[in-house]
DNA sequence: AGGCAAGTACGACACCCTTCGTAGTACGAG
DNA sequence: CTCGTACTACGAAGGGTGTCGTACTTGCCT
């Protein structure tokens, strides 16, 4: 539909490029658990907690490469976990505090606890030593 | 070895058929997480934190077979949730509250919490009406 | 317009997880 | 001693997950 329909640029209908999040109501233990069951998934919901404010996924430092960290925030998001919507090319993430402690109350912070202690390096701690924190062999910088 | 020595009964090594439990210590969140994102673990986690005392296995009416239920409270134990031990030919298990609470604090109350209202049929409610709860086709009665 | 940066989509791979059935072991009861 | 009960062990099938590289889209900037 609305392809070239004259030739000229004239697509009327706008690509919003929107992601699909389930709502409040329809978040699932299962997939939230399963969700946070991944150390680098954790991570960045860590960083999310602790940074305030909204994240873009390039501001990330995961051991992993481009593909997979795509495929960690769509999980995170699938599972309700995370909003995400695009801001010009870039993705802006933040947690979705909120509607988890409506459906799970207590769950989040008795996961973000934990991970003071058995994974340091959030975010909160970044500027504190030599870069303890893994990136990936394909990183650019 | 010690099969027959003499005839007669006398095995000298006795095989207390122990199994492995983490200590508190090694508790891990990521075994945790991943036990708890399982719908049947967490139905036996739930009927374990509603009875109070040791239950067998078989007082558990899961909606598989034989051989994964076997699996299901392997992989419980193994990550440090539940502590089982032999009794007969019956394996008695618990909940490790305790031990969660003292790594993980707030983490098994939320997670049971939920169960609540997303999968009723707790033993709590045993006697509540027409039995709801899903047995398996092999189930012998 | 051209190039770059941020992510996505897709296909591939290895591994793990859930499930089952069958066979085996250990213990208690008749 | 023989049988039944309560599980475990093992192997197999099927689907899911984490990982990657490469190619592509989209939007901003010069």
């Given at each position: 539909?609305s392809s070239e329909?004259?030739?000229?640029?004239?697509?009327?209908?706008?690509?919003?490029?929107?992601?699909a999040h389930p709502s409040?109501?329809?978040?699932?233990?299962?997939?939230?658990?399963?969700?946070?069951?991944?150390?680098?998934?954790?991570?960045?919901?860590?960083?999310?907690?602790?940074?305030?404010?909204?994240?873009?996924?390039?501001?990330?430092?995961?051991?992993?490469?481009?593909?997979?960290?795509?495929?960690?925030?769509?999980?995170?998001?699938?599972?309700?976990?995370?909003?995400?919507?695009?801001?010009?090319?870039?993705?802006?993430?933040?947690?979705?505090?909120?509607?988890?402690?409506?459906?799970?109350?207590?769950?989040?912070?008795?996961?973000?606890?934990?991970?003071?202690?058995?994974?340091?390096?959030?975010?909160?701690?970044?500027?504190?030593?030599?870069?303890?924190?893994?990136?990936?062999?394909?990183?650019?910088?």
């Open positions: 539909m329909s004259t030739g000229k640029t004239r697509e009327i209908d706008i690509k919003v490029r929107t992601l409040r109501g329809e978040l699932q233990l299962d997939a939230v658990l399963s969700a946070l069951s991944d150390p680098i998934r954790r991570q960045i919901v860590s960083q999310l907690a602790d940074v305030p404010g909204e994240q873009a996924c390039s501001a990330f430092q995961l051991p992993v490469s481009k593909s997979t960290s795509t495929h960690h925030f769509r999980v995170l998001r699938e599972a309700g976990v995370i909003e995400q919507h695009y801001r010009g090319t870039a993705i802006l993430n933040s947690l979705r505090a909120a509607d988890l402690e409506a459906q799970f109350p207590g769950l989040l912070r008795a996961v973000l606890q934990v991970g003071i202690k058995e994974a340091p390096s959030s975010a909160t701690a970044t500027a504190t030593a030599g870069e303890s924190q893994a990136r990936h062999p394909n990183a650019k910088a």
